[in-house]
């Protein structure tokens, strides 16, 4: 029920992903109104709907999850919490998914915080983002867990063994920063079963540089959204000059289809969404402005990371450290 | 004697602002490598040179200014203060010229920390994020004090009167954030002098929506460098795209010209530089990649806003709340 394009575009979006990639696909929500919407795609079968008949609007946050023990996404991770649903998609309001998240499925054993992770498309593979929303207000050990909780993911869904942990801060020398990322630099450089390359900055985000890249919440929301933002500036600078002139027009058209391509690539809603990672279940948070194809590959991360046990890597890399101290 | 293409394309950047903009330049540095490089141009008559035997390396910080007093951006600095020069122009590394400019010329009375200014290219006129990284740890009435720092030089500057402030975060709702811009929000709403228009995300440094942004210079400094880094990856990922076919070659070429300006436009030496505002002085802190353009344009920057008396304008602003609490 949750997004800018709902229910229609979610809808189409989980019956893509059940007939184009073979998932099962629960949807959530207002019988009725799920039921006319999977009617426009004959899919009235093939995909079952749970009654909610609450939702959250988008403009609803962390409190609205209390108020609404039956919203949609509620009921959702109640599913994911029985063992009816391996894993919880929405593109609903991300603070109202994070707050429900964390009261219905709660956090797991060991986690300090749960944290938002996002894959950035570099190449030849992404580099994870983390945190980059859930959590404005942190404490140096934070940036140190996050730093686990994206490495578990990156070794899961990129099969990258030891994957560069870095820091985001605003110099590559060690002293450079605030006192939260002075102090974090510090403990990433003793941290065990992490693998840390030190310091980037902001255009390290799309420089390949770091496999991991760990920040607080209200840096690393910032930061995404400044790169969306100027990503989406830049191509829409771009169309303006192509279209001055008939010339530059027939020069575009010869790309348009390349550039799309490009642009799908760089486009948020393409590499499927954030996760929500640190719950006893696998959510992940789509893009508010997804459209079908958006929610069809948020559906193929979400089925990915709970079929690779996302949630136990991250259980044993949590309590790793503490088995160390017991030890001694 | 800073920057990365220093001296060469500094000496050519200063003598095209003194022969294309009419500005007078002194060159502050080694008069031996000055004058050969001001030779290449034949312009040894046309731009005085003042001794400065040492000079800042670019990986030099805030201390080597403290161990260098005879260095070149040390020696520039004092001719502001002894009123042979009107403002600084460098190339050098910022946190040198941060703390070199605090240093010598000093913080203006009743500024609590000079912040750093950086004027980004959206249309009609730009957008100012200040603080852009002088300030790594901040106290929210700092970024009410960023915000009338910037107001004074975007009416200055950009002629707006009025000028639209808003506050950098993670939401548009008063409440989102951490508790350093939730307490900054608050102070923004009752400040005289400011017209404070809400908050913005990261995605607005582009938008146009504001004249002037107040942030602390740790997120200041992440998202300028985010969004110059993911500018140039667009750039270059088009480029890609495009030289991977013959017809796209040929439609690439019908627009290289304009793509040129369009990437001028948006590159971040065009626009100038940055500005440490708050300093008995004005300094400009041209990007550190800077050709002869970047520097030329820097100078002319750096001449305007001392013309205006960007000094005593930001003087009255931050002396103007003392002046209404003596009425009490």
Same mark, same amino acid.
């Given at each position: 029920?949750?997004?800018?394009?709902?229910?229609?575009?979610?809808?189409?979006?989980?019956?893509?992903?059940?007939?184009?990639?073979?998932?099962?696909?629960?949807?959530? @929500?207002?019988? +009725?109104?799920?039921?006319?919407?999977?009617?426009?795609?004959?899919?009235?079968?093939?995909?079952?709907? *749970?009654?909610?008949?609450?939702?959250?609007?988008?403009?609803?946050?962390?409190?609205?999850?209390?108020?609404?023990?039956?919203?949609?996404?509620?009921?959702?991770?109640?599913?994911?919490?029985?063992?009816?649903?391996?894993? !919880? *998609?929405?593109? $609903?309001?991300?603070?109202?998914? !994070?707050?429900? $998240?964390?009261?219905?499925?709660?956090?797991?054993?060991?986690?300090? +915080?749960?944290?938002?992770?996002?894959?950035?498309?570099?190449?030849?593979?992404?580099?994870?983002?983390? =945190?980059? #929303?859930?959590?404005?207000?942190?404490?140096?050990?934070?940036?140190?867990?996050?730093?686990?909780? #994206?490495?578990?993911?990156?070794?899961?869904?990129?099969?990258?063994?030891?994957?560069?942990?870095?820091?985001?801060?605003?110099?590559?020398?060690?002293?450079?920063?605030?006192?939260?990322?002075?102090?974090?630099?510090?403990?990433?450089?003793?941290?065990?079963?992490?693998?840390?390359?030190?310091?980037?900055? &902001?255009? =390290?985000?799309?420089? @390949?540089?770091?496999?991991?890249?760990?920040?607080?919440?209200?840096? $690393?929301? !910032?930061?995404?959204?400044?790169?969306?933002?100027?990503?989406?500036?830049?191509?829409?600078?771009?169309?303006? *000059?192509?279209?001055?002139?008939?010339?530059?027009?027939? #020069?575009?058209?010869?790309?348009?289809?390349?550039?799309?391509?490009?642009?799908?690539?760089? =486009?948020?809603?393409?590499? &499927? @969404?954030?996760?929500?990672?640190?719950?006893?279940?696998? *959510?992940?948070?789509?893009? $508010?402005?997804?459209?079908?194809?958006?929610?069809?590959?948020?559906?193929?991360?979400?089925?990915?990371?709970?079929?690779?046990?996302?949630?136990? +890597?991250?259980?044993?890399?949590?309590?790793?450290?503490? +088995?160390?101290?017991?030890?001694?």
């Amino acid at each position: 029920m949750g997004g800018d394009h709902a229910p229609h575009e979610i809808v189409a979006g989980a019956v893509h992903a059940v007939r184009e990639r073979g998932l099962s696909v629960v949807l959530v @929500g207002s019988p +009725r109104v799920l039921y006319e919407a999977l009617a426009d795609h004959d899919a009235t079968k093939e995909v079952p709907i *749970v009654r909610a008949e609450e939702a959250l609007s988008m403009d609803e946050g962390a409190l609205a999850s209390l108020r609404r023990p039956r919203s949609s996404i509620a009921i959702a991770c109640h599913l994911v919490r029985r063992g009816d649903a391996a894993a !919880v *998609v929405s593109a $609903g309001s991300t603070a109202g998914i !994070v707050a429900t $998240g964390k009261l219905r499925l709660k956090g797991q054993q060991g986690v300090l +915080r749960p944290a938002i992770a996002v894959a950035i498309p570099t190449l030849p593979r992404p580099t994870l983002l983390i =945190d980059a #929303g859930a959590n404005a207000e942190v404490k140096s050990e934070m940036l140190v867990q996050f730093a686990h909780l #994206g490495t578990a993911y990156a070794e899961l869904l990129y099969g990258i063994d030891e994957p560069r942990v870095a820091l985001l801060t605003i110099g590559s020398e060690a002293e450079k920063g605030n006192k939260l990322v002075k102090r974090a630099h510090e403990l990433l450089l003793t941290s065990p079963g992490l693998r840390f390359t030190g310091n980037v900055e &902001g255009h =390290d985000l799309l420089s @390949g540089r770091a496999d991991v890249i760990t920040t607080d919440g209200f840096t $690393g929301n !910032v930061a995404l959204k400044t790169m969306e933002g100027a990503v989406r500036y830049a191509f829409a600078e771009l169309r303006d *000059v192509v279209s001055e002139s008939r010339l530059a027009r027939l #020069g575009a058209a010869m790309q348009r289809s390349r550039i799309r391509e490009l642009r799908r690539r760089l =486009d948020p809603e393409a590499y &499927g @969404g954030a996760v929500l990672l640190g719950l006893n279940g696998t *959510v992940v948070i789509a893009h $508010g402005s997804s459209r079908a194809g958006g929610i069809s590959a948020a559906c193929k991360l979400a089925a990915e990371l709970s079929a690779g046990g996302i949630v136990s +890597r991250i259980g044993e890399r949590v309590a790793a450290p503490h +088995r160390s101290h017991r030890l001694w």
